[in-house]
């Protein structure tokens, strides 16, 4: 079993800059790929960004590569998105997964998730 908790969403405007973070607990993290993912209200859950265990190949969604990143740190247990240039398209509820095979973008292969952060972003 894996615990994910995220943090660090909010209500910015446009153009700013956000960084989430998911804090793992239980086994070992440096086990598990790691993908975020986002919901917007009416919407299905769409991949975000995937990294391996290592950190050493990172994926990225269409709509924000150039402008997020994805980064982990093993010994801190935590995972990283950081979000630039923000939109106004970029508001919903982001959630970090954790995956125990190679990365993925499909939700649908990922094995624990978190509760989820608010993202909110004006225009």
């Known amino acids: 079993q894996v615990q994910l908790v995220e943090s660090g969403g909010g209500l910015v405007q446009a153009g700013a800059s956000l960084r989430l973070s998911c804090e793992a607990s239980?086994?070992?993290?440096?086990?598990?790929?790691m993908g975020w993912f986002r919901q917007a209200p009416g919407k299905e859950r769409e991949f975000v960004a995937t990294?391996?265990?290592?950190?050493?190949?990172?994926i990225y969604a269409k709509s924000v590569k150039g402008r997020f990143t994805v980064s982990r740190d093993n010994a801190k247990n935590t995972l990283y998105l950081q979000m630039n240039s923000l939109k106004p398209e970029d508001t919903a509820v982001y959630y970090c997964?954790?995956?125990?095979?190679?990365?993925?973008?499909?939700?649908?292969?990922?094995?624990?998730w978190g509760q989820g952060t608010q993202v909110t972003v004006s225009s």
């Open positions: 990294i391996t265990w290592s950190g050493g190949t990172t």
């Open positions: 997964a954790a995956r125990s095979e190679d990365i993925s973008d499909s939700p649908y292969n990922y094995d624990y």
């Open positions: 239980g086994r070992t993290f440096s086990r598990y790929c």
